[in-house]
């Protein structure tokens, strides 16, 4: 019989299970304490809990946690991991700086969306990360303790494993998982509408826009989710929540007032840098209460890209803030250990299919 796997459970379903068990009720809590709180990698190191409690869990579970397989380390302090997981291999990435630990993770092993500009996109898709296989990596990088931040803007589209993601969202908040504030954590997708919508309804953690193109056909060339799930009908479904900004008197929204709402913007040379690019972000985001995160081009392999140097991207944030739009410039981190998602994985993917079997 296979074993089923502990982590991603929440407090509801070890209750259960330790029930089922024959264990003290008390036990469920002692579990999700070493689940979500300790860095542990085995049942046998849940202390204590009796031999017996162990021997019970062991027969029918184990923990779900596993080691990195590969580490790599920028001369600015940023450190890459790769992580095994059912389907394949996926990346996580570790971005210090002066008051921040963020931690970038992983929800699909591969991407179906597509986006041109993409490594994982160009991946393809190979399959849907557990929860608990998503929070593995979180607990299992050797920063864990001091993480401040963590945002799901790493290989996958989150909207496209939305059980998932919404169930590592609980394990993180939960008082009984690491009882972070939910602004401590930021969803980023390109804008699937029906796992947008249960995101907004389900998680006050903070979302991020993969937007980059704010002319619909030239999103759609280089974004293919932009066919089915148009960017201005996302843009319409925020301003029924606690983004809109200039309410008239006695108006509300849905939500808390309090997640941020930012949207991911790659200046590319020649392609989306213009003024009239500009205006046209201006025009669409002017009603939402935002900012606009502009982000260097991190080059791949095979992709006819430029990114644009440091004096436009100030130009072209300058523009939008003069004109009301709140931007800020995205530091590059990483450029020296194949920074760009997917790059990693593909190199180890590609060394081990150049071994001989």
């Not at 209750?15 to 070493?34: H, N, R, S, Y």
Request: proline share 4%; net charge positive.
């Amino acid at each position: 019989m296979e074993k089923k796997v502990l982590s991603g459970m929440n407090l509801a379903e070890i209750q259960q299970m330790t029930v089922e068990l024959g264990l003290p009720k008390f036990t469920a809590k002692q579990i999700v304490d070493w689940l979500y709180r300790k860095q542990i990698y085995s049942i046998d190191e849940m202390t204590n809990l009796s031999k017996e409690a162990r021997r019970k869990l062991s027969e029918h579970y184990v923990l779900g946690r596993a080691s990195y397989l590969k580490k790599v380390e920028s001369a600015d302090g940023t450190e890459k991991y790769l992580f095994p997981t059912a389907k394949g291999t996926v990346e996580t990435v570790y971005i210090p700086t002066a008051d921040r630990a963020t931690l970038c993770i992983s929800s699909q092993v591969g991407c179906k969306m597509g986006c041109k500009f993409c490594m994982t996109g160009k991946q393809g898709f190979e399959g849907q990360l557990t929860a608990a296989e998503i929070i593995n990596q979180i607990y299992s990088i050797p920063h864990f303790e001091h993480l401040t931040n963590i945002v799901m803007m790493g290989q996958g589209e989150p909207f496209d494993n939305t059980e998932q993601v919404l169930r590592v969202c609980e394990l993180m908040t939960a008082s009984y998982g690491l009882a972070w504030s939910p602004k401590r954590i930021t969803v980023s997708t390109v804008g699937l509408v029906p796992g947008l919508k249960r995101f907004l309804v389900e998680s006050e953690c903070n979302l991020a826009i993969s937007l980059h193109f704010p002319l619909p056909e030239l999103r759609a060339e280089w974004m293919p989710a932009e066919k089915a799930y148009p960017i201005q009908r996302l843009i319409d479904q925020l301003k029924e929540y606690d983004f809109c900004r200039n309410l008239r008197p006695g108006e509300a929204r849905a939500g808390n007032h309090q997640r941020r709402l930012s949207f991911e913007y790659i200046l590319f040379k020649n392609i989306n840098d213009g003024e009239k690019h500009a205006k046209a972000l201006i025009r669409m985001l002017k009603e939402l209460d935002c900012r606009v995160n502009l982000i260097p081009y991190h080059t791949i392999p095979g992709a006819a890209l430029q990114g644009v140097d440091e004096a436009k991207m100030k130009a072209f944030r300058d523009y939008l803030t003069h004109h009301g739009l709140f931007a800020t410039l995205r530091a590059s981190r990483g450029q020296d250990i194949e920074a760009a998602c997917g790059l990693l994985n593909t190199a180890h993917q590609q060394k081990n299919n150049q071994q001989p079997s």
